[in-house]
């Protein structure tokens, strides 16, 4: 049997050894890379601090998960499939690619392990491997160069569309599997090997196209395709830094060091604490060095999906917001200001760069974006940073400079007075049979934490009430912390005001730690992330919904049946509620236990509910969209069949009442809170 001289030991024209070029190619190809890399990493370098090695087993979780599991793909179903199987070839062909370097100064060179029977099963599945890779290139091409999905499309205002780039690479990693397949299929044919073969892989239908063909064909056939995979490897390699296929390299570093605490706003600066505040020069992101290393890692790992703006609710309403061009034209400034050769460019400010006011005021901060990306891409702390820096410079919105200084000055946004705070339950008929304890003046085991706008919204009001009512029907041994009680600071901390919030929470922490409760229980998502997520070394915090379903399921709480059986009913989930805490399933448990209650659900529902439009203070802020978030959301509650729309928020409350009004659909259609809800099917 005769055998195929392999790259090692081949010479070209008979004289100069092809392993010369073996050596070469490998030595440009890694000092290129490196010089790349060290030129990419200069920015991070540059950056904020960001502690990111704490909670290491969630990390762990969140790459075996997230990043080898690629759990999140098949939310879009077709692109998700076509990008597992990709990424799953890339992994088991990364030992072949690797040994294939290696076989350019060694012939027949095989990684330790992988001589017998190991080696046989790898090269069955990695043949196959190969073939299902090549087929997804070319459905991804046709999909992206043909069909042209719209969440890929780039408005001109953003730049330039990256479809060219994206088929080009698909170009690139078919050219990898055809030529590591002949390669292999040439020296099968040449030496009339009969081992089993992986049938209808590329290596099978290649080998049986080139068993007739000369053996000095096959013979330059082995090398020249051995070469074109070497330096399509290394060219590869080099280019993936350059544009939006950095996320090959970066996505695995990028998940790990993902957030792994939802619902918690990151400090103004890693390792200066709350009380050293006043010691910093400057806060939030005002220029692209002003970001942290994790976010500057974020730019470089977006893969331009486009899912996070397909999901992003200021988007769909057609607000100055996409999130992916957040994230893209970043990387584009930081691959301007940071060349592959000469001086870095000197940074500008960001909002007056590449980023408008009106663009960053956008967000509500629902997390629909960060809960849809697939690489672990972060938003809201974005955001946040860059409000910082605004709110630092003086550019705050007009209509929202009017409840920042009532927050101030009265710890609300609606400028009333502290002593109010407790007059919803000074309402005649409800005063006449149910007294709140003051925890002022007496104690309790709870504490409910009424918030602003149950406080002193007239329309709102009612969610205190119900409340207090469940509380007491449940057992429960509450009071309120009165005049004591200020605004949460969830909107505030999300606007950008940080010495505002933690002025707000020091009041907070104070009167909640000398009232001696046990727990916390609110109506409010809002105040619950809040004090759950931002505060610091509270008592345990509920939110309304999970002390209804757990007194439901003891038994402490007993539901009649429906009130109105012909009436069809959705949940809305509230995004402080759902994607920020977790919390789905008790606010269905509960409705679902009203005997005759028939309940559908929406499309978008769960970690995929659709914004109301409340969050981050937009409740007072007049931002420019062609349709209102609410109007979107009532709608699709239409298109489910549902006539209630039930949520636990009084935010989304307010919004969906108000939308139900803007779409036309009074008297079709109505929005009740969860509390109201309940507290009509008491026992």
């Known amino acids: 049997m005769a055998s195929i001289i392999g790259p090692a030991s081949f010479k070209f024209f008979g004289i100069f050894p092809a392993v010369i070029l073996s050596f070469i190619l490998p030595v440009i190809g890694i000092g290129l890379f490196s010089y790349i890399m060290a030129r990419r990493i200069a920015p991070l370098v540059r950056a904020n601090p960001d502690s990111r090695f704490d909670q290491i087993g969630k990390r762990v979780k969140n790459l075996i998960l997230v990043w080898l599991g690629q759990i999140r793909q098949p939310r879009y179903m077709l692109a998700g499939v076509l990008h597992i199987v990709i990424f799953a070839g890339f992994l088991i062909l990364s030992i072949r ?328 339950a000074k309402d005649k008929e409800f005063k006449a049979t149910h007294q709140i304890k003051d925890l002022a003046k007496e104690k309790a085991d709870t504490l409910y934490f009424v918030d602003s706008i149950t406080s002193y919204d007239d329309e709102i009001q009612d969610i205190a009430r119900r409340t207090s009512i469940i509380l007491e029907k449940a057992g429960v041994d509450f009071g309120i912390l009165g005049k004591l009680e200020k605004d949460s600071g969830n909107e505030v901390i999300r606007f950008g005001e940080e010495m505002l919030y933690q002025d707000l929470k020091e009041q907070n922490t104070e009167a909640i730690m000398e009232s001696g409760v046990k727990q916390i229980v609110t109506a409010d998502p809002h105040a619950y992330n809040a004090l759950k997520n931002d505060y610091d070394n509270l008592v345990p915090v509920k939110h309304i919904s999970q002390v209804v379903a757990q007194k439901i399921t003891t038994g402490e709480l007993d539901l009649k049946p429906c009130q109105n059986p012909d009436k069809i009913y959705v949940y809305h989930d509230p995004c402080y509620l759902g994607r920020h805490n977790g919390i789905y399933e008790e606010p269905r448990q509960a409705m679902d236990a009203i005997d005759g209650l028939t309940r559908v659900e929406l499309e978008k529902s769960r970690d995929r509910s659709f914004c109301c439009g409340g969050g981050g203070l937009m409740l007072f802020y007049e931002p420019e969209e062609e349709i209102r978030m609410g109007v979107l959301r009532v709608n699709m509650a239409a298109e489910a069949g549902a006539n209630v729309i039930v949520t636990a928020c009084p935010f989304c409350l307010v919004n969906i009442q108000d939308a139900i009004k803007v779409a036309g659909k009074e008297g079709e259609m109505e929005a009740l809170d969860f509390t109201e809800l309940i507290e009509q099917h008491l026992k």
């Not at 998940?255 to 390792?271: D, L, T």
């Not at 996070?308 to 100055?320: W, Y």
């Open 97 to 424: 690619s690797t040994s294939l370097v290696i076989v350019g100064f060694s012939d027949g060179f095989v990684v330790p392990g992988f001589g017998g029977l190991l080696g046989d099963i790898y090269n069955f599945f990695k043949d196959y491997a190969a073939t299902c890779v090549l087929i997804a290139c070319i459905i991804a091409a046709v999909r992206r160069g043909i069909f042209k999905p719209k969440r890929y499309a780039v408005p001109e205002k953003y730049g330039k569309d990256h479809t060219a780039e994206a088929v080009f690479v698909l170009g690139i990693i078919a050219t990898l599997m055809i030529s590591e397949s002949l390669f292999e299929a040439s020296e099968l044919a040449y030496t009339g090997h009969e081992h089993f073969l992986a049938p209808l892989s590329l290596v099978w239908i290649f080998k049986g196209i080139l068993s007739s063909a000369p053996q000095n064909v096959l013979q330059g056939l082995h090398i020249f395709t051995y070469f074109v995979h070497d330096l399509t490897f290394f060219f590869f390699l080099c280019f993936l830094p350059m544009g939006k296929h950095f996320h090959v390299i970066t996505s695995i570093f990028n998940v790990f060091f993902m957030r792994v605490q939802k619902g918690k706003i990151k400090p103004v600066m890693h390792g200066v604490s709350d009380d050293k505040l006043d010691d910093l020069e400057s806060f939030g992101v005002k220029k692209l060095e002003d970001f942290t290393w994790k976010h500057m890692l974020d730019f470089y790992s977006c893969a331009d999906c486009g899912r996070c703006s397909d999901h992003c609710p200021a988007n769909a309403a057609g607000r100055p917001l996409s999130p992916r061009f957040i994230t893209i034209k970043a990387r584009d400034l930081i691959f301007k200001n940071y060349p592959m050769s000469g001086e870095i460019y000197k940074s500008n400010l960001l909002v007056e760069d590449i980023y408008t006011e009106d663009e960053i005021w956008s967000c509500t901060t629902c997390g629909a974006c960060e809960e849809e990306c697939p690489l672990g891409i972060e938003y809201i702390d974005k955001m946040v940073d860059l409000r910082r820096g605004m709110v630092d410079e003086g550019m705050v919105p007009q209509s929202l400079q009017k409840p920042l200084k009532a927050l101030e000055k009265r710890g609300n946004p609606y400028g009333k007075m502290e002593k109010k705070r407790a007059d919803w």
